[in-house]
């Protein structure tokens, strides 16, 4: 129904900044709540940030002031500004597609986001 694909992702230092972006096709992207979710290895999947269609936003407290999510529904794609990045943000960082609160949705691939000095 909707196929996402990230990028953007790459080794940055301590302090830095990144721009994740996700091109979805397939359906109509506006209509989907969208959000980033981040695995490091050996821990699980979490939430990052996340907007439903109305634009409403959230956003894990580790990362909430420093990290923002926008949608450009035109464009077909969703990014993640990542500003003042820590070592703790090193993670492979997915996008995501949903129709339903609480839905599994649809996954990009997945982009490795490496903080390290």
């Known amino acids: 129904q909707v196929q996402l694909v990230e990028s953007g992702g790459d080794l940055v230092q301590p302090g830095g900044s990144l721009k994740l972006s996700c091109a979805a096709s397939?359906?109509?992207?506006?209509?989907?709540?969208v959000g980033w979710y981040r695995q490091a290895p050996g821990k699980q999947r979490e939430l990052v940030a996340s907007m439903t269609s109305g634009g409403i936003t959230n956003y894990a407290d580790s990362v909430a002031g420093r990290f923002t999510i926008s949608r450009d529904n035109a464009k077909n794609t969703m990014y993640l500004q990542m500003n003042s990045l820590e070592p703790e943000d090193t993670a492979v960082y997915y996008c995501?597609?949903?129709?339903?609160?609480?839905?599994?949705?649809?996954w990009g691939q997945g982009t490795q986001v490496t903080v390290s000095s």
């Open positions: 397939g359906s109509i992207f506006s209509r989907y709540i």
């Open positions: 995501n597609a949903k129709l339903f609160p609480g839905s599994f949705g649809f």
